[in-house]
């Protein structure tokens, strides 16, 4: 695995003692990866992530992973809500939603394993703790999305994905908020945190309606991390 340097100012000091304990993937959102580098090193756009990846694999480091790169915005997990203090940032490059949602591709997600290894192995970051952008920031981002494969990644040992081939439960709208907050997912606006966790945990149909195999799947989820 090689890795280029393309230096961005836009990163911090992480608070005196803060481990890093999360590893957060977005995609960029924009139209090819030189738009997205060169936001990302714009000192006037003040935003960035630690580790950008091409369709093609190839991989650029903006930031060193001991300061706090600026790519989570407004966002919460399990109470915490400076994520960036608390994460590691990966930005996979896909136009997104608004200029052609497109699958990532077998050289990117290759990158994205080998990478998420090392990053793994230097820092002590849970497995149910590798997330989206939307699972951090549900009501404002949608990131990196219903094709990213989430199921591939866990099967290469990074993030979890339990096994909900005998999902069965009750839409009890009550009981989902509540397993949802145990997850660690922000639920001030439950549509949009119902999407959020379509989008990582059932790809197939993300349109935040709690219906009876979302709410199993969530149940299943809130018992296992």
């Not at 139209?31 to 090193?41: D, G, I, K, Q, V």
């Not at 399990?78 to 997104?96: H, K, Q, R």
Request: glycine fraction near 8%; charged fraction near 20%; charge should be negative.
């Amino acid at each position: 695995m090689r890795i280029h340097a393309r230096p961005s100012p836009n990163h911090g000091a992480r608070p005196e003692g803060r481990a890093v304990d999360m590893l957060v993937l977005h995609y960029t959102g924009m139209e090819s990866a030189e738009a997205a580098l060169a936001r990302l090193c714009d000192p006037e756009a003040g935003v960035s992530a630690h580790y950008l990846i091409e369709e093609d694999g190839h991989i650029w480091q903006l930031a060193p992973e001991h300061r706090r790169a600026w790519h989570a915005g407004l966002a919460f997990w399990a109470g915490e809500t400076d994520i960036n203090s608390a994460s590691i940032g990966i930005e996979l490059v896909n136009p997104g939603h608004e200029f052609g949602y497109r699958p990532f591709p077998a050289l990117q997600m290759a990158a994205l394993t080998a990478l998420s290894r090392d990053i793994l192995a230097r820092h002590p970051i849970p497995q149910h703790r590798v997330l989206g952008h939307s699972d951090v920031a549900p009501q404002r981002k949608s990131d990196p999305g219903e094709l990213f494969d989430w199921g591939f990644l866990a099967q290469e040992g990074i993030g979890y994905m339990p096994d909900f081939a005998q999902a069965t439960a009750k839409a009890d709208p009550l009981a989902a908020q509540e397993a949802l907050a145990r997850i660690g997912y922000e639920t001030a606006s439950i549509p949009q945190t119902l999407r959020a966790f379509q989008r990582h945990y059932r790809p197939s149909l993300c349109d935040g309606i709690l219906d009876a195999e979302t709410a199993a799947r969530i149940g299943i989820l809130a018992a296992s991390v």
